[in-house]
């Protein structure tokens, strides 16, 4: 295997849309040379000038209305900074949860 100690080099990204709801989707991202952020392009399955949040999974510990969203934008039609976490439980390896903003309804949780 091509790469560095075992590992191979470069990123891959995956992005599965909810085939249940539109304006949601899971994204995988693979950072083996272990940048800050990684490109990722949205254009599939965002139009400009939509907003959108992004929360990484491994933020969310009991209730998503209780994380903070790692990305809170609006689309311009250029690939998308995600930010990486590099946690040492998996440091080649974020998932995300991505909505669009208008089908975000949260629960404001009040316990």
């Not at 304006?23 to 990722?40: L, M, P, S």
């Not at 976490?85 to 390896?93: A, G, L, M, Q, T």
Request: charged share 25%; net charge positive; glycine share 10%.
């Amino acid at each position: 295997m091509r790469g560095r100690n075992g590992k191979p080099t470069g990123q891959k990204v995956f992005i599965f849309p909810n085939k249940y709801e539109k304006g949601r989707a899971n994204v995988g991202i693979f950072n083996w040379d272990g940048h800050a952020t990684v490109e990722v392009d949205l254009g599939n399955i965002l139009e400009k000038g939509q907003n959108y949040v992004v929360y990484n999974c491994l933020d969310i510990k009991q209730l998503i209305e209780k994380s903070a969203p790692a990305l809170n934008k609006t689309y311009d039609g250029a690939p998308v900074a995600f930010p990486m976490r590099r946690d040492k439980i998996s440091p080649d390896f974020d998932a995300y949860l991505f909505w669009l903003r208008k089908n975000l309804i949260l629960h404001h949780y009040t316990g």
